[in-house]
């Protein structure tokens, strides 16, 4: 599952082309593989052709449907286009992602965002514009489905990015500022 919008520097472009090269590897996959996209998803971006893998556009979903879809989803996909400026972004997203506990397909420049999900464990990171690597960490997670062995990432992991516990440490903070212990 992709959840979020495309744009001329974030294009699907690379990512199909990642799929179709697992395919041409791997030929069972072809039938055994939906895309699913959540978010508007502008027609030029669409393949042409998609050497018939199975592709699901669910336009806008509220924030709520889209986390289900989330949960239901066997592995997700996240994309930072390469742009200058990129290594700074840190999207919302990363976040919902990581609160679903699946692997990510991180296809991420550089940055914060890199930093971040490799903190989080359960990401195979991609250069935004390579398909190999795409194709590659799509055949990886195929083989651990295909075994029963896609993992949940440790809630532990994930925690010290819940809004209440950074909530409680901000408030810490407050407190020590405004009740200074002598």
């Known amino acids: 599952l992709y959840a979020g919008s495309f744009f001329h520097f974030a294009t699907p472009k690379y990512f199909f082309e990642g799929v179709k090269l697992a395919i ?24 042409a052709d998609e050497s018939g893998f199975k592709i699901n556009y669910n336009g806008y979903l509220s924030h ?17 286009g390469n742009r200058k400026g990129s290594d700074m972004i840190s999207t919302g997203k990363i976040y919902d992602y990581m609160g679903s506990q699946k692997p990510v397909i991180a296809c991420v420049p550089e940055g914060e965002a890199k930093i971040t999900l490799k903190e989080y464990g ?48 901000l408030s810490d903070c407050f407190n020590q500022l405004t009740f200074p212990k002598n």
């Open 64 to 80: 709520r449907e889209c986390v289900k879809k989330m949960i239901n989803a066997d592995v997700l996909w996240m994309m930072i």
């Open 122 to 169: 359960n990401a195979i990171i991609c250069r935004p514009d390579n398909p190999e690597e795409i194709a590659d960490a799509i055949l990886y997670y195929y083989k651990l489905y295909r075994q029963g062995e896609l993992q949940k990432t440790d809630f532990s992991v994930i925690q010290k990015y819940d809004r209440r516990y950074l909530t409680g440490k």
């Open 24 to 47: 041409k590897k791997n030929p069972e996959l072809k039938d055994n593989i939906t895309l699913e996209f959540a978010g508007n998803f502008p027609d030029e971006y669409k393949p």
